[in-house]
């Protein structure tokens, strides 16, 4: 992992740290740990890889699926583990993470930040990868059934993608909602411990089971425009890109159950 950590192409100083703080040795730390995740506890498979840029700013785009992070935390990991020359991939991360102090430092150190439109524009305009969930919280609450649906994206990263001339990489996360498979969620007792909810399973735990996990990469998507379109336009934009996640889903779940069958 220390050996990736070197490759990837950041501007990192004589001490292993960026201009945004991020740094060599908790990326390296990091994956450590998430590595084992994805390739011994979930058994991540990786498709489409080819289509993420292996250089400048981009867009990943997807849906929530799982309850909580885990399927961010799968597509951060395959930028590292699957590219050539290894990425760091950088989420916007909820606000509530930074109440929690050791959460606070370790998301900051490895590159994922606080979900605030400057942000997200200042490390595009730097060339760097941002992966977005547009469902926000509300695609994390989805309950078992509801496992590989969409809810209503928002509108800002379409917005984000044309001032900053930025493509857009759509992809599709599927399994998370088998391996937490969640049955309810409270919201009163997330509110008590500062989260948004905590995910009820038929087990109680809400602990990810060890499901085989996907992640679908489609082609990069390009818009015109400048952010300043009405509504209606990014309506538009944003339902293609609704579309061709619902696409790769679909996609996903039939070569999925075709390689069970065999």
Not at 112 to 129: I, N, V, Y
Not at 148 to 163: C, E, H, K, N, P
Not at 189 to 218: N, Q, S
Not at 250 to 256: D, L, Q, V
Request: contains cysteine; charged residues 20%.
């Amino acid at each position: 992992m220390a050996e990736r950590a070197d490759r990837l192409e950041l501007p990192f100083n004589e001490f292993g740290v960026d201009p945004y703080g991020i740094s060599k040795k908790h990326i390296a730390l990091a994956a450590s740990v998430l590595a084992v995740l994805y390739r011994n506890y979930f058994r991540v498979k990786c498709y489409g890889i080819e289509h993420v840029p292996p250089r400048g700013r981009g867009m990943l785009v997807g849906n929530h699926s799982g309850g909580y992070a885990v399927d961010g935390a799968m597509v951060l990991t395959s930028m590292f583990l699957e590219m050539e020359p290894p990425r760091l991939a950088q989420g916007m991360a909820e606000k509530f993470i930074n109440r929690f102090p050791v959460a606070s430092l370790w998301t900051s150190r490895t590159g994922q930040f606080t979900g605030l439109p400057e942000h997200a524009r200042r490390l595009l305009e730097d060339d760097r990868l941002l992966m977005i969930f547009p469902e926000g919280a509300r695609g994390t609450a989805k309950l078992y059934s509801e496992r590989y649906s969409l809810v209503d994206f928002g509108t800002g990263f379409i917005r984000l993608a044309l001032q900053t001339r930025s493509p857009i990489i759509p992809f599709a996360f599927l399994g998370g909602g088998t391996a937490l498979p969640t049955v309810a969620n409270l919201y009163g007792l997330g509110r008590l411990l500062g989260v948004p909810y905590i995910p009820v399973t038929p087990y109680l735990l809400p602990l990810p089971l060890p499901a085989p996990l996907e992640i679908h990469y489609g082609e990069p998507l390009t818009f015109s425009g400048n952010g300043d379109e009405d509504d209606e336009v990014i309506a538009g934009y944003v339902e293609q890109v609704k579309s061709r996640i619902a696409g790769l889903i679909e996609k996903g779940r039939a070569t999925r159950g075709r390689r069970k069958a065999e």
